[in-house]
Every structure is written in C-alpha cells, then in structure tokens.
C-alpha cells in the first residue's frame, strides 16, 4: 500500500460482527452496539433507516428497531383494525391511546435500554425498540452478520443484545481493540432464552 499524506482524521476501523448461537447458527436482528473508550461524537445520532414501527397484517413491522436517544418514533397503523401499542419497558413505558388505520401517533425515547412492545388488543404482537447512545450500532441480517464502519481506533467496548439471549438484561460485552483497517469479529452466545416481555 501507498504511503501517502497522513490526513488530519484519526484513524478509524470497520468492523464486521457475526454472532451465532447453538451449533454456529446465525442469529437475525441481534443488535451490536461499539462504544469507544476515547467517548462518542456530540449532537444527535442520525442513522439511515426510518424510525418507524409500522403495524400491518396484525404484526409489528420491523421486529426490532434502533433507535438513537432522543430520537422520536412514528407508530403508523397500516391495519384495518385499531391497536393499542404499550410498553411495559423500565425507562421506556408508554401506552398509545386506541387508534385506528391510517394514524400514526409518535412516542420519543429519551432513555437508552429497550422498550419491548405490545398491543392491548392483539396479544401475539411483539416488537422491540433498542434505544442507543452511540452511533455505531446495527442489527444483523439473515446470515447473522453486520458492518459498523467507521469506528475510532483504540479501545472500545461491544455489546450485543437480542430478546433470545441469555443473561443479564439479554446482552453481552466484550473489550475490543480498533484498529485502523478492517476487522471481523463473531460472537456466539446463548439465543435458548424467552423472548422477553418487558
Ligand atoms: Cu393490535
């Protein structure tokens, strides 16, 4: 590689996590957090996806959603029944009145932690609103894996959190160290746990 002049920019690292449960199977929609000891960025955290959590067919839509603190959700109803989405959630508990096809009430987050929800008239429906202080965090695919890029190098701390995980409020943690290129990393970990509730 070249060595050209070195940019006023720290160096930063993307990192590629891929967590697995039992037997290496992948695990969708776990959420990985990176903290940087050296701290996060000031001002809000913005991040590419809509902070949306749509009702349709009687299901939540997506089934976990990041959301940085602060950041201010929109619950549209795409049903032809009315919902009334709650959460039970320390930190995060709200209740939406009744509302019907078409709305879209909207709820802030101001405390990072999870807000599981429900509805009070469909019990089967369970979603999950993961609340973040950093901007370096991202759900995995279908094939179990994510990229945060752009993370400063030197140490950091990762955590990845799912419903299913087993252990302390559903998450992991681990120290990394950043460096400044490309990195991969898998964590495996207990995915036998009920989805939980609140
Ligand atoms: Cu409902």
Redesign the pocket.
Known sequence: MATTALSSAALAGDLTVSVRGAGGRPVRDAVVTVHPASGVPRGPIRFSWPLRMD?QN?QFQPYVLIVPVGGTVSFPNL?R?????YSFSRGNRFELPLYSRGEAPTRTFSAAGVAALG????DQ?LAYIKVVDTPWAAKTDASGNLTLRGIPAGAATLRVWHPTLAGRGNEVSQAITVGGGPATRTVTGDFSARASVR
């Open positions: 009702q009687v049903d029944v009315r919902h009334q989405v509805c009070n008239i469909h429906m």
